[in-house]
């Protein structure tokens, strides 16, 4: 009977130096107020919903077609990945630094006729389309209202849309006899567009644990021969499951468009317009320093 005793203390004794290590820091991690912490870092994995339309002019000659992407083979859809760093100099000050990276790419007999800048597809080609348009954001937060709870206030937003479009086509012609003559030809475009957006943001604290932040905005602007004009809404809610790391998932919404009237005498080298769109559905870390 007494070696049964001696057994049955075993486990709680093991479970003592457990909880005074993992209490005290359970204890501490409910009071930290990540509203305020110095420096966040966070990675996420994202899908990535597009919604966009695209139309390149010829250097000197007609517009261009106004197609959508899935019109040349990509599809809206896209598993990608995403990252940012927020770092705040004080109270109501912070600065953040986003960035997705986007990218497409494939395949399709086009069922209209297409053209893009001085090339045209005719409908009946198989094309193959690649695109990329990874997207940078550095947003600049003051909040007029900074509580314990929540925080209020304005955000500016300047960043750059990467974007680049590469289209190619085969096409067999026969000229008698079993020979086949292929030529193969394509087109590309490339533009590196502006961003921004001004808005408000709010930030809640709800528990020891959760939060919720929300930001939306958006700007418009028209310098020489280009018009930029940009729009977005995010919403995202955390997770600190320690002092220091978070589970994140997030929803945003994100459109710029670019249009130029010349390719000569501006300060990007695209004519035409384009217009760009996506949303996100982000699942991720974070990994917070006070």
């Given at each position: ?23 005290p820091g359970r204890a501490h991690a409910q009071t930290v107020n990540h509203l305020y912490d ?193 729009w977005r809404g995010i919403a995202e809610a955390q997770y600190y499951f320690t002092d220091h790391w978070a589970a994140l ?42």
């Amino acid at each position: 009977m007494h070696a049964l005793r001696l057994s049955a203390r075993r486990p709680m004794l093991a479970i003592v130096p457990f909880l005074v290590i993992v209490l005290p820091g359970r204890a501490h991690a409910q009071t930290v107020n990540h509203l305020y912490d110095k420096l966040q870092f966070g990675v996420q994995g994202s899908d990535v919903i597009l919604s966009s339309t695209i139309q390149v002019d010829a250097e000197s000659g007609p517009a261009g077609t106004d197609f959508e992407l899935a019109d040349v083979g990509l599809s809206s859809g896209g598993i990608t990945w995403a990252a940012n760093a927020f770092w705040r100099p004080g109270r109501r000050h912070e600065i953040d630094l986003g960035f997705v990276d986007i990218g497409r790419s494939g395949e399709k007999v086009l069922t209209d006729t297409i053209n893009i800048g001085d090339t045209s597809f005719a409908a009946g080609l198989r094309v193959n389309t690649k695109m990329d348009a990874p997207t940078l954001q550095m947003s600049y937060r003051f909040a007029f209202l900074a509580k314990e709870k929540v925080k209020v206030g304005f955000v500016l937003g300047l960043g750059a849309l990467f974007f680049s479009l590469d289209a190619n086509a085969v096409a067999g012609a026969t000229a008698g006899g079993a020979d086949t003559a292929i030529v193969q030809f394509g087109a590309s475009t490339s533009v590196i567009g502006p961003t921004a957006s001004l808005g408000v943001f709010a930030a809640f604290r709800a528990g020891n644990h959760w939060y919720f932040n929300v930001d939306a905005g958006g700007i418009g602007a028209r310098i020489s021969n280009i018009g930029v004009s940009s729009w977005r809404g995010i919403a995202e809610a955390q997770y600190y499951f320690t002092d220091h790391w978070a589970a994140l998932g997030a929803w945003s919404i994100i459109g710029d468009k670019i249009s130029a009237e010349s390719d000569t005498g501006g300060w990007i080298d695209f004519k035409g317009s384009l217009k760009f769109s996506f949303q996100t559905i982000r699942l991720g870390m974070i990994y917070a320093l006070h």
